[in-house]
């Protein structure tokens, strides 16, 4: 296959020489803009695409769920160009059609096929979350401002070149997770972020809803857990907690663009804010009181208690009750007030009761010392030896903190973020394999990877923005492209044309000076 061969001399060719004066050259294709690279790629000779006012987006009829993927591309495309992209179920010459093909199963749960030529752009899938992927791909293959919020430039030339691309995901679980516990984020910046892991194919939102800081869910049968340990955060602003209806509004919004929402509760640790609304479930380490600061470790639920289990019950039971994703996070990390035996038994009840309510159970990797069923997963973060107990035959999500910690400062001048775990600059975030950078973790024990984004120096979503961009394209592009696809000389040139991308969407980001932007 002459895939990667192509691919590559897209992305040197030129075909637009650039004036003298100009700054330093863009990649000189379209095709040589996308981020995760597709798994094969080929340029086409023929004529492009070319976008008009009398363009549609042709969806099968009866198939609501692509018409919605649609309005959500043409909501994009329709400030920018001024078209209207009506969504219809009638062929149309110049359209963007995008069709499920049930004889399509290679193409699995979010591959896509993807053709454009001079005439007709095709985006086949074989379900529902590939037709969403394909966009992505589509409106990377678009010039940047697409992205416009005016349509300010009534000449531009809205192409996508003449290209054949058949794509589909290394990795099952590609995701990122925010901590709104140490500080809070309200359900709009939420939304920003699951934007971001749109655009780069990402399919899982891990949020981290409690922790010694703050509790930030609402429990109706425990409405104190909340309203007493919701009411600061870190440094000691005001905090704040998702109501179940706003927890519902980012989970249908996640859901429209085929990501899933992992919702974590972390215990038996991180629980000081809970024990604030329900001290007689500590075991008096500290009192309980609100926390501002940063330690970790410190506090934990008395796990001898009937009590610790019945509040353990009503949070998973409502959780769950409006969660449609499998997973529950129940943490299980850094845990310093309990014996090795309290932990384990500790674990092993909440892997019950987590399962009882229809969900596998997540934790962080020190839960891997109990007892686990298959269905359970693994988070790595630290801890090595997390191989020696791959035995019970489940899976490891990868989210080594070396590699793959979005708090972590890019160089030591880095304002925002921490520094325990390392610096990553950008390329640290791309150049390695997952498969092999754990002994005895080899790709098939792995279901994806995960880059946490800790929030105990992240005040808002700006911060926020200015730690994933460009780590999280990076890391999307790790755990969506075939290793043998992937180079970082390519990654750091594909990667510097969607600055004005991120400009034009009000999106932060660090500028690394590791690539030419
Ligand atoms: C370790 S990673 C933690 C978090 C901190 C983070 C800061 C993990 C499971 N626990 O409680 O926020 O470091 O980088």
Partial sequence: MTTVLALLLAGCGGS??????????????????????????????????VITAATSIVVDAGNAEAARTAELLAAIMRPSTGFSFRVTTTDAPNSITLRIDANRSALGAEGYELTSAAGAVRVVAHQQAGLYRGTQTLRQLLPFNIESHMNSDAKARWAIPAVTIADQPRFAWRGAMLDVARHFFTVSEVKQFVDLLALYKMNTLHLHLADDQGWRIEIKSRPQLANMGGVTQVGGGPGGFFTQADYSEIVRYAAERYIVVVPEIDMPAHINAALVSHPQLSCGKRPAALYTGTEVGFSAFCVDSAGTYALIEDIVRELAAITPGPYFHIGGDEVQALTPAQYKMFIERAQDIV??????????????????????????????SLASSLGYGGKVIMSPAKRMYLDMKYTASTELGLRWAALIELRDAYDWDPATYMKGVPERSIIGLEAPLWSETVRNITSA?????????????????????????????????????????????????????
Avoid: C
């Avoid at 700054?23 to 080929?42: E, F, K």
């Avoid at 399962?355 to 090595?384: C, F, Y």
């Fill in 355 to 384: 399962n009882r309510h229809g969900k596998q159970m997540v934790g962080w990797d020190e839960i891997h010392k109990a007892t686990l069923k298959p269905s359970s997963l693994i988070q790595h973060w630290a801890d090595d």
């Fill in 16 to 49: 637009t020489p650039a004036p003298a004066t100009a700054p330093a050259p863009r990649p000189a294709s379209p095709t040589a803009r996308l981020v995760p690279q597709p798994a094969s790629l080929v340029a086409d000779a023929g004529e492009p695409f």
């Fill in 465 to 517: 923005q200015y730690l994933m961009m460009p780590r999280l394209p990076a890391i999307a592009e790790v755990a969506w492209t075939p290793q043998a696809v992937r180079s970082w000389e390519y990654f750091r040139e594909r990667i510097a044309g969607h600055a004005p991308r991120w400009h034009l969407m009000g999106v932060n980001f660090y500028r690394s000076p590791q690539v030419d932007w």
